[in-house]
């Protein structure tokens, strides 16, 4: 009996060749790079049906093929996220538009620089580093939605106790005795780099 006859790849078929040469170069086995070059074929005709000829890929359209896929297969698809082969193939071939990454937000900013001021003034090591900010980002945030562009000018020592008793009430104790530790740090930053007038860790 014969096999099914090969599908054609749609719009990828001018990159079918290069990706092969592309994951041969990189060290990916025969059957590793079967696989892909079969998501590959599928997504030359996805785009047939969905993007407009012409157009370049976006990373919405990714997202929106490796959804399509999920919604119609059980078995284990690519995400196409991060270092996944076909996507990086994809960006380095230039088939894909990498739009501009947005702006920071105003909280993302204040982030930024409560996170160099732990690393450069204070030396705190990495993983200290990621827990202060995290919390940091809890209450910068929650009080941006709360107040907008005047989330710090209008920051007040009531915020302060009132963003506490919430996450000491949901942890446990050694963790809401890290939770002042951390949220005293930030305080501690938005007085002495001028952000509010007064230091609102004594709050605390």
């Not at 990159?15 to 060290?27: D, N, Q, S, T, V």
């Not at 994809?90 to 993302?108: F, I, T, Y």
């Not at 204040?110 to 993983?127: P, Q, S, T, V």
Request: proline share 5%; glycine share 10%.
């Amino acid at each position: 009996m014969s096999g099914s006859p090969r599908r054609k790849p749609g719009r990828m078929a001018a990159h079918i060749e290069p990706f092969r040469e592309w994951l041969r170069a990189a060290g990916y086995t025969p059957g590793s790079s079967r696989g892909l070059l079969m998501v590959m074929g599928q997504l030359g005709r996805w785009m047939q049906a969905n993007v407009a000829d012409g157009e370049q890929l976006t990373m919405a359209d990714l997202d929106a093929f490796a959804e399509a896929l999920r919604a119609r297969s059980a078995h284990r698809v690519p995400r196409l996220r991060g270092d996944d082969p076909l996507r990086s193939y994809l960006v380095d071939a230039g088939v894909v538009r990498m739009l501009p990454a947005p702006p920071p937000s105003e909280v993302e900013v204040l982030i930024d620089g409560f996170r160099r001021w732990m690393i450069d003034e204070g030396g705190l090591a990495a993983g200290t580093v990621l827990r202060y900010e995290n919390t940091a980002r809890r209450f910068l945030n929650e009080r941006h939605a709360a107040c907008g562009s005047e989330f710090i000018t209008r920051l007040t020592a009531r915020d302060v106790v009132g963003f506490l008793v919430v996450e000491c009430a949901r942890v446990s104790s050694g963790s809401a005795k890290g939770r002042v530790s951390e949220l005293r740090a930030l305080l501690r930053y938005l007085f002495l780099h001028g952000f509010t007038s007064r230091s609102l860790a004594v709050a605390i």
